[in-house]
């Protein structure tokens, strides 16, 4: 990645759902693209399936940096030893529900919940929790979540 | 969280939904306790739209533990120690 920016601005969790939905993984590529080139340190946190999913399609870590264990985040959030300025929650279903819900509750990060795949409208409904929203019915094509990110640009808030 | 796996657990209720456990707890056990999402169970931080019921059968705990690609599982653990806690932090609230 070209044109990298040294001043860092800020920190950014993103916090990756069961990766079943395939525009998971090109839009938290495209996501740590962007924070990256705003100065943003983006960290991964997902279970191994969709961690390995990202690390496969970047072996030489042109794009993601950091990558993480979901529980391991959950549990330094929880334990007040890490938090970051903002928090990305990828969600297609319940879990993804419920692990923003936390990521609300424990951590201090400006929240934004990314809901996409068939089901988008009725998650979106159950989302009563302070965050910003960013949805689009999105499961094989991202470019419908995509421009929705792109509408709200979060690197730049 | 990798201690689960080696809990003696029964499940009581899988793939469900964050509600759908909560709606079982206080429906099947007359003793419970609310607490947020982030709150220790042995040694699982429970996730969930808060507030989360976890249950209480004289020894037996019934907490939701929730996994990205699976839902929400009902887990019933038999631990003396564990429900002792839990009541002596239901007690003080």
């Not at chain 2, 964050?18 to 206080?26: A, S, T």
């Not at chain 2, 037996?60 to 653990?77: A, D």
Request: net charge negative; proline share 5%.
């Amino acid at each position: 990645m070209t044109g990298e920016i040294a001043e860092q601005l800020g920190t950014a969790l993103l916090v990756l759902g069961c990766p079943q939905v395939p525009v998971q993984t090109s839009i938290a590529l495209y996501l740590i693209h962007r924070l990256k080139k705003a100065g943003i340190v983006p960290v991964v946190a997902g279970n191994k399936a969709a961690n390995t999913l990202l690390v496969v399609a970047d072996p030489d870590r042109h794009y993601i940096g950091e990558i993480m264990d979901l529980d391991r985040a959950i549990a330094q959030i929880t334990e007040k030893k890490r938090d970051f300025d903002r928090c990305f929650v990828f969600i297609h279903n319940d879990a993804g529900i419920s692990y923003a819900a936390t990521m609300n509750a424990i951590s201090k990060a400006k929240l934004y919940t990314l809901v996409y795949g068939e089901h988008q409208d009725t998650l979106v409904g159950q989302i009563d929790f302070p965050c910003i929203k960013i949805a689009a019915k999105a499961v094989h094509n991202p470019l419908p979540l995509k421009k929705a990110i792109d509408e709200v640009t979060p690197w730049a808030a | 969280m990798g201690c689960v796996e080696s809990m003696n657990y029964e499940v009581l209720l899988r793939d469900g939904s964050f509600k759908e456990c909560r709606d079982y707890i206080k429906e099947h056990f007359s003793e419970y306790i609310d607490v947020q999402p982030g709150f220790k169970v042995f040694d699982i931080y429970l996730i969930g739209v808060p507030p989360l019921a976890i249950g209480l059968d004289h020894d037996f705990i019934v907490f939701p533990y929730t996994k990205p690609c699976h839902g929400t599982f009902l887990l019933r653990v038999e631990d003396t120690a564990e429900a002792a806690r839990l009541r002596s932090i239901k007690k003080g609230t």
